[in-house]
């Protein structure tokens, strides 16, 4: 008797055009708005800001540029194709929006659970549209 239960179903191949990451990226309060505006020209569908406060040691703080202690910190879904793209472009941001001040960091997504939500996170339209490419 087969195990039928580790049977991948016929056209369920790996869809995914690209690795999906979670980009965090930290900047003074009152700025968020604008990354998030900004993070959005990279196709970034998700985004989520939220208001925090620092609790790193003062001399700690300053090292990084963080002297405010309030910061808006999002959270966005990116294509990982674009990341580099994207750190540049932050980078340069943090120097001329950010009075020289700003984190970002990204973390790979490892799985995702249905084909749609990949689709809209991944900004492929394809997916979310349901069309086949004919395999």
């Given at each position: 008797?087969?195990d039928?239960?580790?049977?991948?179903?016929?056209?369920a191949?790996n869809i995914?055009?690209?690795?999906?990451?979670?980009?965090?990226?930290?900047?003074?309060?009152?700025?968020?708005t604008?990354?998030?505006?900004?993070?959005?020209?990279?196709?970034?569908?998700?985004?989520?800001?939220?208001?925090?406060?620092?609790?790193?040691?003062?001399?700690?703080?300053?090292?990084?540029?963080?002297?405010e202690k309030?910061?808006t910190?999002i959270?966005?879904?990116v294509r990982e194709?674009?990341?580099?793209?994207?750190?540049?472009a932050l980078?340069?941001r943090f120097?001329?929006?950010n009075?020289?001040t700003?984190?970002?960091?990204?973390?790979?997504?490892?799985?995702?659970?249905?084909?749609?939500s990949?689709?809209?996170?991944?900004?492929?339209r394809?997916i979310?549209?349901?069309?086949s490419?004919?395999?």
């Open positions: 008797m087969s039928n239960s580790m049977r991948v179903p016929a056209g191949e995914a055009p690209g690795r999906l990451m979670m980009l965090v990226t930290v900047v003074q309060k009152g700025k968020g604008f990354f998030a505006d900004f993070l959005q020209t990279f196709d970034a569908n998700l985004q989520v800001c939220v208001v925090g406060r620092g609790t790193a040691r003062p001399d700690a703080a300053e090292f990084l540029g963080l002297n309030n910061r910190i959270f966005s879904i194709e674009k990341l580099d793209a994207i750190m540049d980078e340069s120097y001329t929006v009075g020289k700003g984190i970002s960091f990204a973390i790979p997504l490892s799985s995702m659970i249905g084909k749609l990949y689709g809209f996170l991944s900004n492929e394809s979310v549209r349901g069309e490419d004919g395999k």
